[in-house]
């Protein structure tokens, strides 16, 4: 189960720094500007051996002073219900201020491990001056400079430690896991209540290890899976329900640990910035999809050609992924939730699908034959074989070839492209390699 890491402070402190060195990235604009970051960044880190997800908490609304410290009051509320361990960022340069005192104030009150951590700190002098920062009543100050990165590695350590065990015995083996996302007032609660609504004796609810993760076991009219939930199905906390990053925080939450992701959209509202940085987050963890658009019944033009336009653009949205289904349904009348189960369960096994070797290799020689990757420097690239590998979270496809350094993505999208058209793999990611033969 996937630990959840948030880094919240006050703007400027140098939190996108952390999080760019953090998660390998450059995803994080950084800027001297206060309050630059505006989107949720999200990003995986790996250290010895353990992941864990990070959350740059960023996004102010910028209007008044007011505004603006309220604003960082509530995301630091949220950081604290939802992630399992919070990094909150001070700057050893301007001290301890009062927004800082505030933050300390509520992060002092949860239960959750916090660890302070002084930012630019670059030489002895500073580290001396860190020692201002005990008065918040957090425990050590732990000094870095996310810039040169000095102190990561002992911060990571620290960050490691804290984290929960992965484990989580009370789920059974083999049961696909259900997370119906999207953001706030789409209808995730709604089409959670149709699913389990009616006899509820055959649903049984278990609490997963990581805060408050609530797993619903569905039995009956031949499914059998978990919905792993992000809207209704827990306590509505106190924080309002129409904050972005809250659906964010609890999106991330939700989707790493199903095996399908039922992403819900707003027929009323089209496609927003805020249900493609959702998809993301599902591409970015290699998760199965359905595309549900939501409250289809308060559409007055249901012809065809609306359907289709609706379709293309949302592909268009979310391309180069476009093999996914996509389902116009109502939870409210229940019209096709049915068909969303289904799809589901469809999409699950795609991802299980096994292609044999000999098979693969009659169907996509010779149309590799045909369309070569294009030669570089006078030199002809050859694929000469191919394969899946076995034991793989999605289907995974290597290809063999005596330059694989020279094949760009666009040919590994077409070798993508030959495998789907081929075989039914709707809903799923796949990986393509290259290797040398």
């Not at 189960?1 to 006050?10: D, K, Q």
């Not at 425990?139 to 984290?163: A, Q």
């Not at 289907?395 to 350094?405: D, E, G, K």
Request: aromatic share 8%.
């Amino acid at each position: 189960m996937a630990n959840l890491v948030a880094i919240v402070g006050r703007p400027n402190v140098g939190k996108s720094t952390l999080f760019n060195r953090l998660t390998k990235t450059r995803q994080a604009i950084v800027s001297d500007t206060a309050g630059t970051t505006r989107d949720r960044q999200y990003g995986k880190c790996d250290w010895n051996g353990r992941e864990f997800s990070v959350v740059d908490t960023g996004g102010w609304v910028v209007n008044s002073d007011d505004i603006f410290e309220e604003e960082i009051r509530k995301q630091v509320i949220i950081a604290t219900e939802e992630a399992d361990v919070v990094l909150f960022m001070v700057d050893v340069q301007t001290g301890v201020t009062d927004l800082d005192e505030d933050v300390a104030q509520i992060l002092r009150r949860t239960k959750l491990p916090v660890v302070l951590v002084v930012n630019k700190v670059d030489n002895n002098n500073q580290h001396f001056m860190a020692a201002e920062f005990y008065k918040l009543g957090l425990g050590d100050p732990i000094c870095i400079s996310s810039v040169s990165g000095s102190g990561t590695g002992d911060l990571l350590d620290i960050v490691v430690s804290k984290l929960k065990s992965e484990s989580n015995e009370l789920l059974e083996d083999g049961i696909p896991r259900f997370a119906v996302v999207g953001r706030p007032n789409v209808g995730k609660s709604s089409l959670i209540n149709a699913f389990i609504g009616e006899n509820r004796n055959i649903v049984t609810e278990i609490a997963g290890t990581t805060r408050d993760s609530i797993y619903t076991r569905y039995d009956k009219f031949g499914f059998d899976f978990y919905l792993v939930d992000t809207a209704g199905i827990r306590r509505k906390n106190k924080v309002s329900e129409d904050l972005e990053f809250y659906s964010v925080m609890r999106s991330i939450r939700a989707i790493e640990n199903s095996d399908v992701c039922i992403l819900m959209l707003d027929a009323t509202r089209g496609i927003e910035a805020q249900d493609i940085n959702i998809f993301q987050i599902i591409q970015k963890n290699n998760k199965s999809l359905v595309v549900v658009v939501n409250k289809w019944d308060l559409v007055d033009d249901k012809s065809p050609d609306v359907i289709k336009t609706f379709e293309e653009a949302i592909r268009n949205r979310m391309a180069p992924f476009t093999d996914f289904p996509i389902i116009f349904a109502s939870a409210l009348t229940k019209q096709r939730i049915f068909k969303v189960l289904e799809t589901a369960k469809e999409v699950y096994l795609n991802r299980k699908m096994k292609i044999g070797t000999t098979k693969l290799n009659e169907v996509l020689l010779p149309l590799i034959e045909a369309y070569p990757p294009p030669s570089i420097k006078g030199k002809y690239i050859k694929i000469k074989y191919c394969s899946q590998l076995p034991n793989t979270q999605i289907p995974s496809f290597v290809f063999y070839a005596n330059l694989p350094q020279y094949i760009k993505e666009t040919y590994r999208r077409f070798l993508e492209n030959k495998i789907r058209e081929n075989w039914t793999l709707t809903g799923c990611p796949i990986n393509i390699f290259i290797r040398h033969k």
